[in-house]
Structures are given as C-alpha cells and as structure tokens.
C-alpha cells in the first residue's frame, strides 16, 4: 500500500498591503520533510505516524507553510502546485494522496487555489484513487474542493492544539477507504456568515457545545467524520462563509447530506450568540484597566496587529499609548520592523539609540514610524529569529527582524525576560494561548486598527456575496 503525502498551507489576508512570495515558505521535497524541527508534532507528523502505523509505505512529495500573511505570488503558487504535482506524478503506482491544506490561501488572480490544485491532482490521477485532506479550523472550502477529493477533516480546537490529531484522523480515513476498497465523499453545506476566530474559542459556549457534537456525530452509523469550517475573515473572497462537512461512504450519501443539513443549522440557530471570548475594549480602556489591576501581569492583545491571522505586526499605536499615559513597567512584544533591528544592533547593546519605530497608521500602508530614543538592553536568537530587546522610560519593546509567530511565550526567556516582573504586557496576538493565560492575572483584547481588525464591520469587502452576516442583518 503506497500512499502519497504533501502539504500546502497558507492562510491568505487580502486586507494587508503585503505580497507573500516564495521565500517566506519553508519549503521541503521528497523525505527532507522530516528533518525540519519546526513541524514536529504537527499535522503532518499525525498523517505520517498514522500511515506508518497503518501498514503504508509513504511516498513524500513536496512540502510548503509559512505564516499567515498577504496574497500570495501567482509565481509562488506556481512553484509549489508544479512541484506537488511533479512529485505525485513521479511516485508511481500510488493507492492514495494524503494532502495537507490550510484551505484559505489566496492567490494573485485566483479565486479558488485550493480547487485549482486539487482539480490538477486529479486529472493526474484518475476517479479512483483516494485524496483526502486535512484542514485548519479556518479553511475557506469550495464547491471545487469537493468535487476533486474525496474527503476532509478540519482541526477542532481553538487555539489549535490538536494539529496531530486532525492528520491521524485525516490519515485514518484514508485508510479506512483504501484497506475497505470504498469510495469517501464529502458533504457540505455553507452558511453566509463571517466570524473571527476571537468569537469561536472552543472552550466557550455556543462553540464548545457545537464542537461537541461533531465527535458525537463521527459515532453516528454511516458517518466517519464530521466538521465545521469557520472560513477566514480577513480575506475578501467570493467564496467566503461558514460550512458543515460530513464524510462518509459514497452508498451512505443521502444519510450524509442530512447530517450536513443538521449541523449547518444548528450553527445558524446561534449564530447571534457568538461574542468574543476575552473581554474586548478600545486600546485606551485595556490600558486604563490594566492600571487599576492590582495583581500583575495584565496581558493585553494588540488584536488589529495579529501576525497569526496574516497581520503586518509593525503598528506602533500600542506603544505610544503607554508613552502617552506614561505607564512604566510595560512589555511590548514583538513589532517586527527590519530596519529598527539592525539599528540597534549596530548601536550595540547599552548604548542609545533613536528609532523611527513601525508605523502609527496600521493597514494603511503609509510611512508613520514612532519616533522615539531607547536604550538597547539586549540583541539575541531565539529559534530563527533575531531580536532586539529596548527601553524606553519604562517600557521594553521587543524588536523582531521579520515577521514572527509570538504566539507561545517561551521565547521572551530565552530574551532574558521575566514576564512577571512586568505590570502590563502587549502581545500582537488575537485570543491568547493557553501558557500565557497561565501567566495573566487578566487578559483583554485591544480592539485596534489594522489588517485584522476584529470589527468585520468596518473591513472593505468587495467581493463577498452578499447578504452575510454580521454585515447584513
């Protein structure tokens, strides 16, 4: 049994002014996706340990991710769908494809990259072999996408903690159908709904409830998977809304379409319950807050700046916040601004320097740094990035030299940070990870500008169907 494996995962903001291109992927062919560190104990490890398991000889094909950001290059896309479909064309006689997906990339003059891939995978492959795909929480799935594989599973926590075991589930079904010699298929039905991911925590009411229903429905008879995909909302997309899926055997099809029908309506029912997770205030009131909380530290994402949902990070609004309230004992983490890093690392470290720090205008694209003196405290690596730690009357920035995941806050000790030696810390963030909660004595999302601004309201869609709520009550 020989079962081919790939992966391409970008999740695609169209709302900010950058351009993803082929080297801001991590890219790996054939079995060099298993030397790269990074990945362990993700989606993929889960396909590969399943598959192992399961009897399959793996034929990796080619391998691309990188972190949320703008649309991607046409000439980037290119690349990567060419080197998926060389290497699956190259593998021989395969009994089925395992391929990883975010499921909401965007792409230049594409509305549908994820359909488009798969549509050539299976010219190449024929009606019979199966294809089978996992996909984040978030993914954007399309009529096209369901046409040209056979089945997908999404991941069902928020945050998402359970990478690995969306691919063993992933991986499973696929077995399932190549050991049983039946056909998957997937049923879908969408809902004309955006909703951020800061309203869909899974350990909160109405999706914790919703969510459970799915591993109950996977015990249902003729059902083996079921899911929710909530799309992505940061992207303009005519393809753009909330689905339900149910996998099954192909002879089960009207059972499935019911079961799709069931969970698709109940999402709607709620829909009006869904409010964020954390307590969302304006940038000025989390501040004012975090003043008048006794016990430290006070975790405050800056939610408009939020690199993990394709954000710039380089908003500086934050910053002069705390400058213009003259807090002291504040951590701001981490504004990537290329420029500000290489200054201060050639200042050197206890020396001062003068920075024109990110911009005072997030989203917009405009050049309006933060003009301000710091004393450079530390430079350092931590896992590939480079830093700078700086002061400023009492607030530490954190200065990264690209874009960066800040997600988990391991890295701040290796910065020589102690996070409970701080009053207030600003995370470029949306809902917060379960080891910074640990930390927060309270945590609050800031409602700032920028490119995932967490009021949709105020986002210049143009081409999302229309009616679709919140947008249209």
Same mark, same amino acid.
Request: aromatic residues 6%.
């Given at each position: 049994m020989r079962i081919a494996t790939g992966a391409m995962m970008h999740e695609t903001n169209t709302f900010t002014h950058m351009r993803t291109g082929l080297g801001a992927f991590t890219c790996a062919e054939g079995e060099e996706v298993y030397g790269?560190?990074?990945w362990r104990g993700t989606v993929l490890d889960g396909i590969f340990d399943t598959l192992r398991s399961g009897g399959a000889e793996l034929v990796p094909a080619f391998f691309a991710r990188? +972190?949320?950001s703008g649309t991607v290059k046409r000439s980037a896309y290119d690349y990567i769908k060419s080197k998926i479909l060389s290497g699956i064309e190259k593998a021989g006689t395969l009994d089925g494809i395992c391929l990883a997906l975010h499921g909401s990339m965007a792409v230049e003059g594409m509305a549908?990259?994820?359909?488009? +891939?798969?549509?050539?995978?299976?010219?190449?492959?024929?009606p019979g072999i199966p294809i089978v795909c996992p996909l984040d929480m978030h993914a954007t799935v399309t009529r096209k996408m369901i046409e040209n594989a056979d089945a997908f599973c999404a991941y069902r926590t928020a945050p998402h903690i359970d990478e690995y075991m969306t691919g063993a589930r992933a991986a499973g079904l696929l077995l399932t159908s190549v050991k049983s010699r039946k056909k998957l298929t997937t049923c879908m039905r969408k809902l004309p709904i955006l909703i951020a991911g800061e309203k869909t925590e899974t350990d909160t009411s109405p999706t914790k409830e919703l969510f459970e229903n799915l591993a109950e429905m996977d015990n249902e008879e003729g059902i083996l998977s079921a899911s929710y995909v909530l799309g992505f909302p940061w992207a303009d997309s005519v393809n753009n809304g909330v689905a339900a899926l149910t996998v099954g055997f192909f002879d089960n099809l009207p059972l499935l379409d019911s079961a799709a029908i069931r969970l698709a309506a109940a999402f709607d029912h709620v829909k009006e319950q869904f409010d964020f997770t954390t307590e969302a205030h304006s940038p000025e009131e989390t501040i004012e807050i975090a003043l008048r909380q006794g016990s430290r530290p006070v975790i405050i994402s800056d939610s408009g700046d939020n690199p993990t949902a394709g954000a710039s990070q380089d908003s500086s609004i934050m910053i002069k916040l705390l400058m213009d309230k003259n807090v002291k004992g504040a951590l701001v983490t981490a504004i990537s601004d290329k420029q500000s890093y290489e200054n201060c690392f050639n200042t050197g470290v206890g020396k001062e320097a003068c920075l024109s720090l990110g911009t005072l205008k997030p989203g917009s694209g405009e050049a309006s740094p933060l003009s301000i003196p710091v004393t450079v405290k530390n430079i350092a690596r931590s896992g590939n990035m480079d830093y700078a730690v700086v002061e400023h009357d009492g607030i530490d920035v954190v200065i990264s030299k690209d874009r960066v995941e800040v997600s988990e806050?391991?890295?701040?000790?290796?910065?020589?940070?102690n996070l409970k030696?701080?009053?207030v810390i600003v995370v470029k963030s949306g809902y917060l990870s379960p080891k910074y909660r640990s930390i927060a004595a309270r945590n609050m999302l800031a409602l700032?500008?920028?490119?995932t601004c967490e009021i949709l309201e105020e986002l210049?869609?143009?081409?999302?169907?229309?009616p679709i709520f919140p947008l249209d009550r």
């Open positions: 790269i560190q990074r990188t +972190l949320p549908d990259p994820q359909g488009d +891939l798969l549509a050539e995978l299976r010219k190449i492959t024929g806050p391991g890295y701040m000790e290796e910065l020589g940070l030696d701080y009053r700032t500008a920028g490119d210049p869609y143009k081409i999302t169907p229309r």
